[in-house]
């Protein structure tokens, strides 16, 4: 796909972060967005944006929709078909995702866990089910799915369990790759790229505590007491702030923007790469998984990768 004129996509996860880059960066291109999530303020900053970066006559819509429920994906499917008079997709990018669920093991939040895990994955799957015949009606199509690093090496560091997040992004890997035979087969004009983030500087961290309505403080006080630290003289309102600096720390210190990030998603896709690795760090780990994986959990592991010069912010307490 050489030019993005007068394609139609759909982004999920388009109100902040590498969705609304995408958003952004394809209007400005000349592609007509239907673009969910569920933040319909932040979606019409989104569209503001992209709009006033653009010197296409585009249509973008903007669709209140929770990729983690069907229903919500069909309604959203219907609602665009009916405001953009298309039967056809050329582009569907499934990127919205929310990190939690740390442990499977001590965690007593299982609506957490299963939470981030119906996200990450139901939020795929459900975005390829509903959306795949519409991209079988164009001539040439591209489903981009998006995994992360955690998609192959199942961590953040190895004091911290990171297990919801990690299997969905498995799942998401998986499923995405097993897809491209399938479509190979059946239905040989649709291409699907599985998307590899190492660390990309968003809100994420923030973005995914309120969708899990506010920081637990309970289990923070559980794993600072697990790895030592005394918490008695930290207030609920502290380390309210402290969890929110924490994330502001993930987006600035991050070595990819989210906007460079799009840019080499939206590249890859141009050029029909579907393995795609977004910064250096997630082409250094890929590397050092595939080469050893039976030391990807070992302390020197992670060390190594900083000795390298990547993922800094993960080096602290992790
Ligand atoms: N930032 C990173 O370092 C990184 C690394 C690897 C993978 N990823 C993945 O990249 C994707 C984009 O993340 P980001 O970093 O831009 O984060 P982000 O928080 O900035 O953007 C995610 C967007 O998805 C939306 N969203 C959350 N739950 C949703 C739901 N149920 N339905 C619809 N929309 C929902 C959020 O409101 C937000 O606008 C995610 O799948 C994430 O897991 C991020």
């Not at 003289?233 to 993930?250: C, M, P, T």
Request: hydrophobic share 40%.
């Amino acid at each position: 796909m050489d030019s993005f004129v007068e394609k139609m996509a759909v982004v999920t996860g388009g109100g902040t972060g590498m969705g609304r880059e995408l958003v952004r960066q394809l209007v400005a291109s000349g592609c007509h967005v239907a673009t969910c999530d569920i933040n319909l303020d932040a979606m019409e900053e989104t569209s503001e944006i992209a709009l006033a970066g653009t010197q296409f006559d585009v249509r973008l819509t903007t669709h209140l929709c929770d990729v983690s429920d069907e229903a919500d994906v069909l309604a959203f499917r219907d609602q665009l078909q009916a405001r953009h008079h298309v039967e056809h997709l050329d582009l569907v990018f499934n990127n919205a995702g929310i990190g939690g669920g740390g442990s499977f093991v001590t965690d007593e939040d299982r609506m957490a866990w299963e939470k981030t895990f119906d996200v990450c994955w139901y939020g795929v799957y459900y975005g390829s089910r509903v959306f795949l015949p519409m991209l079988m009606r164009s001539p040439k199509s591209h489903l981009v799915n998006t995994s992360s690093i955690n998609g192959f090496w199942a961590t953040v560091g190895p004091r911290t369990p990171h297990t919801a997040y990690c299997a969905a992004k498995f799942a998401v890997k998986g499923f995405t790759e097993a897809l491209n035979i399938d479509l190979r087969l059946h239905a040989p004009h649709v291409m699907a790229h599985v998307v590899m983030p190492g660390h990309i500087g968003t809100d994420i961290g923030r973005n995914s505590i309120d969708a899990h309505g506010g920081p637990d403080l309970k289990q923070i006080r559980k794993n600072l007491a697990e790895r030592g630290v005394r918490d008695d003289q930290i207030s609920d309102e502290e380390l309210n702030d402290l969890v929110i600096a924490q994330g502001r720390r993930f987006r600035d210190e991050a070595p990819t923007t989210a906007s460079e990030a799009a840019a080499i998603i939206l590249d890859a896709v141009r050029q029909e790469n579907w393995r795609i690795l977004v910064g250096e760090d997630a082409v250094f780990i890929d590397e050092s998984v595939r080469g050893n994986p039976e030391f990807a959990y070992e302390p020197e592991f992670l060390k190594r990768i900083n000795d390298q010069g990547h993922l800094g912010f993960f080096r602290r307490g992790t």
